[in-house]
Every structure is written in structure tokens, then in C-alpha cells.
């Protein structure tokens, strides 16, 4: 599993979750990064957020589609953005996107249902349901609630989340 993402507090949050439910977790800092180390952790899952420095998560993606030797591995983008702001379709690279602020829970459904895929040897996408049918997210695949989100620079939204929020670290 590798988890990139710009914001250490995120990055940290997911590799924590997803660690305590018994996945091995590596981090990058940003896309450049991911393809720096991609081929040497051979991870079956990553989780991208979209707006990185360097090169962005949806960039990042496509590479790693033009790539035999990445193609297979299942893609999630973990972002503040919508599906729609970002333009996310089935052809874009990405498996399944999840919105920010998000439920811990929805966090590790979605990376199991990756994984489990990627570990039957199927091409991506292949059997790996669209996010709406997992349980607990809204129809239009998004996930909210959890954890205080980041908005992107002059959009002019904050981050924040439900009564169930979860804080970030420190």
C-alpha cells in the first residue's frame, strides 16, 4: 500500500488507519515521489491526493497507466475535490475516489475492495465495484464526514467534517 499525499497530518492519518487494520503502508510526499519508489515497493494499492507539488495526483495516475509494469496496481484519489471538480472518469486511471473529509471506515472499505481485486490478478477495474455500491457512501461515490479536510488553495472552502469528526494528529 502506498499512501501520497502533500499534507504530512493526512498522510499520516491514512497510514495510521489503514496500518491498524493489519496493511503495510509506505508514503510519499507527492507524485514524483511515488514514481520514484513505486517499482521497488510494488504496492497492489495507492492512494493519491490530486493537488501536490511536483506532479499532481491525476498526472500521476496516467503514468502509472501508460506503464506495463505499474498498469496493474488499483489507484484511489483521496481528495477535497469532487469527482466532478476534478473530471474523474472510469478511463482517467483512477479506480475509486474518495472525498475529504472522510470516515476513517469508508477509508479502509475502499482499500480493501481495491485490494482484494488487485490480489485476484484482475486487469484494474475489473471487479472492483464503483464506490456508490460500498456501504456508507452517498451515491455519487463520495464519502464525508471524519477527518478536517484541505481545502484547496483559493477555493475558498474549509475543511471540516461531522459531529463524528476525527482530529488530525497533533
Do not use: Y
Not at 464503483?130 to 471524519?146: H, I, K, R, T, V
Amino acid at each position: 500500500m502506498l499512501v501520497v499525499d502533500d499534507n504530512k497530518v493526512i498522510r499520516q492519518l491514512i497510514k495510521v488507519n489503514l496500518e491498524l487494520e493489519g496493511f503495510e503502508v509506505v508514503t510519499a510526499d507527492d507524485g514524483a515521489e511515488c514514481l520514484e519508489i513505486v517499482h521497488r515497493i510494488r504496492p497492489d494499492v495507492i492512494t493519491l491526493d490530486v493537488v501536490m507539488p511536483r506532479l499532481d495526483g491525476l498526472r500521476t495516475a496516467e503514468r502509472l497507466r501508460a506503464d506495463p509494469r505499474t498498469r496493474h496496481i488499483r489507484v484511489a484519489i483521496v481528495s477535497a475535490c469532487t469527482r466532478a471538480e476534478i473530471g474523474v472518469e472510469r478511463s482517467s486511471g483512477v479506480d475509486a475516489v474518495l472525498a475529504k473529509p472522510f470516515e476513517p471506515a469508508a477509508l479502509v472499505r475502499m482499500v480493501r475492495r481495491l485490494a482484494r481485486g488487485a490480489q485476484r490478478g484482475a486487469p484494474s477495474l475489473a471487479g472492483v465495484p464503483e464506490l456508490s455500491e460500498l456501504p456508507g457512501l452517498s451515491e455519487d461515490g463520495m464519502a464525508g464526514g471524519g477527518m478536517a479536510g484541505d481545502g484547496l488553495p483559493g477555493d475558498g472552502r474549509q475543511g471540516g467534517g461531522s459531529g463524528s469528526a476525527v482530529r488530525p494528529l497533533g
